[in-house]
């Protein structure tokens, strides 16, 4: 496996160097991508994540969320917090949440493995305005591949939440007492720690949209191959980019967009391995849950969307990409605002 890596990664060099110009294009569209798009759109849900943890309000609100999230997910509370980051912003933020959680000592190794599967979804806007407006023209799809979407990811977690063993029910943890945060720390600390480790994240997910971006291009320019199948596996925007431009039917293409989202791309992938890289999570479970989750969501799309009759509109409207920005920010605040003060709502509410 080595020497074929260091094989696959020789003539990835050679072919940079003998098609520089398409190197140089990929390139610059996976950064302006990141920096125009993704930089914006994640940084503020990183930074506020971060900051919950270390102000401890995953603590007491952990306990308060313990009776919904055991029955239902078989979780401890604080597992909420990768939820409702990672069904609000988008990959890989659900990762980073569960590493940080894993990190501070929140929920055990069996208990991050499961929360891993069903917290990495495609963000709400990227579904609505991006895929199912911008590259469908299809504006109706947009709830429909969201709640498929969502929807499948919450029986994933649900089913293994049932099938886990005994021995994951038993309480998380005890956060170790190096990571344990002081609470008289300044608040400007805590902010540049959290600067600095959501920084460091959000640089290596453009690192990773940059390779993956060149690695597309170069295999479609090399081996010939569809750009249909260098997206699906390598880049989702590019897969269902190139999905809407086959000339399939409606139903087919909302499908195939779906399991497209689903499975995320070698790109999506990376950044999620990434982002628990440091811990001992495992992405093992979480990958084949990709390869379901998307079977499933391309059987259940296809069939819904036909029997819907769906029709594509060429005016679609597409909102300003400020607009979506100013969205992102605001929605990280407010979740951030109401968590902790539900938070201090169950610390003075305990007896």
């Known amino acids: 496996m080595k020497k074929f890596l260091i094989i696959l990664l020789i003539c990835f060099v050679l072919a940079m160097a003998f098609l520089p110009q398409p190197t140089f294009n990929a390139a610059e569209r996976g950064f302006y991508l990141w920096l125009e798009v993704v930089l914006p759109a994640l940084l503020p849900f990183f930074i506020c994540s971060e900051l919950l943890l270390s102000l401890g309000a995953m603590d007491d609100l952990g306990k308060a969320l313990n009776g ?24 890989p933020t659900g990762a980073a949440v569960c590493a940080s959680l894993r990190t501070q000592g929140l929920i055990s ?25 911008g ?6 799809a947009g709830p429909l591949i969201l709640i498929v979407h969502y929807g499948l990811n919450l029986i994933l977690g649900i089913i293994l939440g049932r099938s886990a063993p005994t021995s994951s029910c038993q309480p998380s943890p005890k956060r170790p007492p190096q990571q344990t945060i002081p609470g008289n720390q300044p608040i400007g600390r805590l902010l540049k720690t959290a600067a600095k480790k959501s920084g460091v994240n959000i640089a290596i997910i453009g690192c990773y949209m940059i390779f993956f971006s060149v690695a597309a291009e170069l295999a479609a320019h090399c081996l010939h191959l569809p750009s249909i199948i260098c997206g699906a596996f390598l880049e989702m925007t590019l897969g269902v980019n190139a999905v809407s431009e086959t000339g399939l039917s409606l139903p087919m293409q909302i499908a195939l967009a779906g399991a497209i989202i689903s499975f995320g791309g070698l790109c999506v992938q990376s950044q999620v391995a990434a982002m628990v890289a440091d ?13 379901f989750h998307s079977a499933a969501a391309f059987i259940v799309l296809y069939l819904l969307s036909a029997k819907l ?10 909102p ?29 509410a305990s007896p």
């Open 279 to 291: 811990t001992d999570l495992s992405v093992k479970t979480y990958l084949l849950c990709r390869l």
């Open 320 to 348: 300003p990409l400020m607009a979506i920005i100013m969205y992102n920010w605001v929605l990280a605040l407010a979740i951030s605002l109401l968590i902790a003060i539900a938070s201090l709502l169950s610390r003075y």
């Open 109 to 133: 190794k069996s208990e991050g493995d499961r929360l891993l599967v069903f917290t990495n979804n495609a963000g709400p806007l990227f579904i609505l305005i991006s895929i199912a407006t």
């Open 68 to 91: 919904l999230m055991r029955p239902l997910f078989n979780l401890p509370g604080a597992a909420s917090l990768a939820i409702v980051m990672g069904y609000t912003s988008g990959f």
């Open 135 to 140: 590259i469908l023209q299809t504006p109706q």
């Open 309 to 318: 009759s769906l029709t594509a509109c060429t005016a679609a409207f597409t």
